[in-house]
Nanobody, 114 residues
Framework: EVQLQASGGGLVQPGGSLRLSCAAS????????MSWFRQAPGKGPERVSA????????YYADSVKGRFTISRDNRRNTLYLQMNSLGPHDTAVYYC???????RGQGTLVTVSS
């Protein structure tokens, strides 16, 4: 069974940082491109970042470029998203997905508020 479990969300003040993790199982993680999406209340999903299977190629949405960093550890089957300089507009449920198959996991809530 494919599982993608995101963690690391929480409440953070504007300007703060969080590091999200996504633990993958049930498929050969190192062979697949991966993505982070977010969905803010009342809005559709937005792909914020992506990384290829080897970790050498990344993508960032303009809304997060320069503030977020995606990475992966293929030995630990884990995807990461380092988020810096967070603002209220970053408040959303964040979830990871297999870019090739479309499988997505349950998300983790990030709330940026003072």
């Amino acid at each position: 069974e494919v599982q993608l479990q995101a963690s690391g969300g929480g409440l953070v003040q504007p300007g703060g940082s969080l590091r999200l993790s996504c633990a993958a199982s049930g498929f050969n993680f190192k062979n697949y491109d991966m993505s982070w999406f977010r969905q803010a209340p009342g809005k559709g999903p937005e792909r914020v970042s992506a990384i290829n299977s080897g970790g050498g190629t990344t993508y960032y949405a303009d809304s997060v470029k320069g503030r977020f960093t995606i990475s992966r550890d293929n030995r630990r089957n884990t995807l990461y998203l380092q988020m810096n300089s967070l603002g209220p507009h970053d408040t959303a449920v964040y979830y990871c997905a297999n870019s090739n198959t479309g499988h997505r996991g349950q998300g983790t809530l990030v709330t940026v508020s003072s």
